[in-house]
Antibody, heavy 120, light 108 residues
Framework: QVQLVESGGRVVQPGGSLRLSCAAS????????MHWVRQAPGKGLEWVAN????????YYADFVEGRFTISRDNFKNTLHLQMNSLRSDDTATYYC?????????????WGQGTLVIVSS | SYVLTQPPSVSVAPGQTARITCGGN??????VHWYQQKAGQAPVLVVY???DRPSGIPERFSGFNSGNSATLTISRVEAGDEADYYC???????????FGGGTRLTVL
């Protein structure tokens, strides 16, 4: 069955960098659109980034402002999110989610999330 | 940017029907999805493409989308339905995926 397991979250200082990973099983990440979604403590869900099913394009929320990069390692069947120039308002649980070939498809499976805390 | 508006909270007695709305400009022409998030857990897809249910989701969950609003309806509400519910769609003009602010369903 489909499973997504995030890792890499920790406490990091403002201005620092972090790389999140999402290990997938039960399907091939190279053939599905994949997303990162975050949730600040006590707040709602916020879409962060997408990589298209064929890897042809990446899309980012406006607040990313060039600081984050989504990528995938097809050999390891893993999704990544490289986050640079982190700010306190990036503090959140980060989820990876599986989409499909079409942009309008739902996020049909989610990982359990990894917590990122940006604090000095 | 495109905005989806949900009421912050909805309360309903067990066995009654809960309706959670999601408002957005001309959203009737877009595919709307709904997620349930229980306390301390990851979101779960409960309705997709306006009115379809993934396997394993009870028939009590249904959806409708038309004009400038979509509605998630939960019939015969149970205590286990208590959760936050989020609507979501893809905004083609910006290639952004948008979530509503979420609605907390309280079962009285």
């Amino acid at each position: 069955q489909v499973q997504l397991v995030e890792s890499g979250g920790r406490v990091v200082q403002p201005g620092g960098s972090l790389r999140l990973s999402c290990a997938a099983s039960g399907f091939d990440v190279s053939t599905y659109g994949m997303h990162w979604v975050r949730q600040a403590p006590g707040k709602g869900l916020e879409w962060v980034a997408n990589i298209r099913y064929d890897g042809s394009n990446e899309y980012y929320a406006d607040f990313v402002e060039g600081r984050f990069t989504i990528s995938r390692d097809n050999f390891k069947n893993t999704l990544h999110l490289q986050m640079n120039s982190l700010r306190s308002d990036d503090t959140a649980t980060y989820y990876c989610a599986k989409g499909d070939a079409s942009s309008w498809d739902p996020f049909d499976h989610w990982g359990q999330g990894t917590l990122v805390i940006v604090s000095s | 940017s495109y905005v989806l508006t949900q009421p912050p909270s909805v309360s309903v007695a067990p066995g009654q029907t809960a309706r959670i709305t999601c408002g957005g400009n001309n959203m009737g022409g877009k595919s709307v999805h709904w997620y349930q998030q229980k306390a301390g857990q990851a979101p779960v897809l409960v309705v997709y493409d306006d009115d379809d249910r993934p396997s394993g989701i009870p028939e009590r969950f249904s959806g409708f989308n038309s004009g400038n609003s979509a509605t998630l309806t939960i019939s015969r509400v149970e205590a286990g339905d208590e959760a936050d519910y989020y609507c979501q769609l893809w905004h083609s003009h910006s290639d952004h995926w948008v979530f509503g602010g979420g609605t907390r369903l309280t079962v009285l």
